[in-house]
């Protein structure tokens, strides 16, 4: 089973791929800096509210904020998948 970090770098490495395959352009979507989305890849135990409903809609639910935060926003349902 991954950790939490490991599936949250799973899920912005998903992202970045569904929005373009960079970076930049994942950050663009999510209205923040790139220099964020590199922080969050390699650094980032956890994210915020805030940012797990940018990458939902960044990735327009492909990535789903329950599967980022699962604690604030209840169970993963089976429509997403943050792989």
């Not at 912005?12 to 395959?21: H, M, R």
């Not at 135990?45 to 940012?51: D, G, L, V």
């Given at each position: 089973m991954p950790t939490d970090r490991k599936r949250l770098v799973s899920?912005?490495?998903?992202?970045?791929?569904?929005?373009?395959?960079?970076?930049?352009?994942?950050a663009r979507r999510m209205n923040c800096s790139q220099q964020k989305?590199?922080?969050?890849?390699?650094?980032?135990?956890?994210?915020?509210?805030?940012?797990a409903l940018a990458l939902e809609s960044a990735t327009e639910g492909a990535?789903?904020?329950?599967?980022?935060?699962?604690?604030?926003?209840?169970a993963p349902s089976k429509r997403g998948v943050a792989k």
């Open positions: 899920a912005i490495e998903n992202a970045i791929a569904l929005c373009g395959g960079s970076q930049m352009a994942l989305i590199s922080h969050l890849l390699r650094h980032a135990k956890s994210i915020s509210a805030e940012t990535i789903r904020r329950e599967h980022l935060r699962p604690d604030l926003f209840g």
